[in-house]
C-alpha cells in the first residue's frame, strides 16, 4: 500500500486520465496505490502476518544454521591453529635451551634471528585469531528482525471502529 | 429502483461471481466488475469515497486513513454508486462521511435526489457487505449465549453500527 502516485504509467497515471478536465481534480489532492483485498480484510490481514512470520522464522533457521557451521569451521581452524603454535613453541623453547647450553651452536645473528622469526610468528598467529576467527558481531540479521517484527505489528493492530 | 430490487441486485452480483460467502471482500468484488478501487487523500476531511465513470472505465477512490471496515463499506457502498447510478452515463458522485449512515432513514417522498442516491447506495452496500440469508443463517447457527452484534460484526467484518442497524431491519434484533 505504498505511494505510486509519482510512478509514471502506474494507476495513479490511470486516475489522472479518468479525472482529467473534471473539478474532481481539486477534490483529489493525493492518488495512492491501490486497495488491496488484503486492506479490506482482517483475516487475509492476519493470513499475511502468519505468512510474513513463517518466512522470517524460515530466515532466522536458516542464519542459525549458517552460524553455527561457521562456529563449527572457526573452532577447527582455531584449534590446528594452537597445536602449530604449541609445537612452534615447544620448538622455540628446545632451539633456545639448546642454544644456551651450548648444545646447538649458532652465528649469534641467526639465533636472535630465529627467536625474533619465533616471537612474529607467534604474534601474527595470535592477531589471525583474534581478527578472523572472531569477528564484529553483524547486527543485519537483528534489524531484519525488528524491522519485521515492528511491520507485523502494524499489520495485525486492531482498527478503530 | 426499490430497496428489494437493489438488493436482489447485490445478492446476484454475489452469486454471479461466485462470491457469496462470509466474509465478502468488496475488493475482489469490484475487481470481478473490472474496477480497481484506489487508496486517495481527499481536498475535504469530511470527503470518504467517490466514484468517477468516464469512456476510458470506472474508477473508485476510498480515504486511504480509513479503517478497515470503514474501508469495506466505502468501497462497497461506491460500487452500489456505480451499479445503480453511473450504469451507463459518465458522471461522478463523491461520498461523504454522513452519506454511508444513511442507511437508518425512511425514504421520504421530501428526499432530495442526492440523499435518495446515498439511500440506494447504502441498502446495496448492506447486502453486499452483509447479505440478509447468510445474516439469518449465522444468527440461528450462533448459540444465544454468543449472539452479539460483536460477534456478527467479527464475522461479517463490518462494524458494530451498521451490524446492528441490519440486524433490526431483518427483524433479527428483537429476537437475540
Known amino acids: ?161 | 429502483m426499490t430497496k428489494e430490487e437493489i438488493q436482489k441486485l447485490a445478492k446476484e452480483t454475489l452469486i454471479n461471481h461466485g462470491l457469496y460467502s462470509v466474509p465478502v471482500n468488496p475488493v475482489v468484488v469490484a475487481s470481478k466488475l473490472g474496477v480497481r478501487p484506489m487508496h486517495a487523500v481527499f481536498s475535504d476531511p469530511r470527503y470518504s469515497g467517490l466514484t468517477a465513470r468516464r469512456a476510458e472505465g470506472a474508477t473508485i477512490l476510498i480515504k486511504e486513513n480509513d479503517s478497515l471496515v470503514r474501508k469495506r463499506f466505502s468501497v462497497a457502498h461506491e460500487l452500489g454508486h456505480l451499479l445503480l447510478h453511473l450504469r451507463s452515463g459518465i458522471d461522478e458522485i463523491i461520498t461523504t462521511e454522513a452519506d454511508l449512515f444513511r442507511l437508518a432513514d425512511t425514504p421520504s417522498e421530501s428526499w432530495t435526489p442526492e440523499r435518495r442516491r446515498e439511500y440506494e447506495a447504502n441498502v446495496f452496500a448492506a447486502e453486499l457487505l452483509m447479505p440478509a440469508e447468510l445474516v439469518r443463517s449465522y444468527w440461528e447457527q450462533i448459540p444465544p449465549k454468543e449472539r452479539t452484534i460483536d460477534t456478527m460484526a467479527n464475522i461479517f467484518q463490518v462494524s458494530d453500527a451498521a451490524m446492528a442497524i441490519r440486524l433490526q431491519d431483518l427483524g433479527l434484533f428483537e429476537h437475540g
Not at chain 1, 75 to 84: D, G
Not at chain 1, 85 to 97: P, Q
Not at chain 1, 119 to 147: H, I, M, N, W
Open chain 1, 1 to 161: 500500500m505504498g505511494d505510486h502516485s509519482d510512478r509514471k504509467g502506474g494507476p495513479a497515471d490511470a486516475i489522472r486520465g479518468v479525472l482529467a478536465g473534471s473539478e474532481l481534480g481539486s477534490v483529489v489532492i493525493r492518488e495512492l496505490g491501490p486497495v488491496e483485498p488484503s486492506d479490506v480484510d482482517a483475516i487475509l490481514r492476519l493470513r499475511d502476518s502468519d505468512e510474513r512470520v513463517s518466512r522470517l522464522r524460515t530466515l532466522i533457521g536458516a542464519w542459525e544454521e549458517q552460524q553455527r557451521e561457521e562456529r563449527k569451521l572457526r573452532r577447527t581452524y582455531a584449534l590446528v591453529l594452537i597445536i602449530i603454535l604449541a609445537l612452534e613453541l615447544i620448538a622455540i623453547f628446545a632451539a633456545f635451551f639448546l642454544i644456551g647450553t651450548g648444545k646447538l651452536t649458532t652465528p649469534r645473528w641467526v639465533g636472535e634471528g630465529f627467536l625474533l622469526a619465533a616471537f612474529a610468528q607467534s604474534t601474527g598467529l595470535v592477531l589471525v585469531v583474534v581478527k578472523y576467527l572472531f569477528p564484529e558481531r553483524s547486527s543485519d540479521v537483528l534489524q531484519l528482525v525488528k524491522t519485521s517484527i515492528a511491520a507485523g505489528e502494524k499489520l495485525i493492530e486492531p482498527d478503530e471502529r
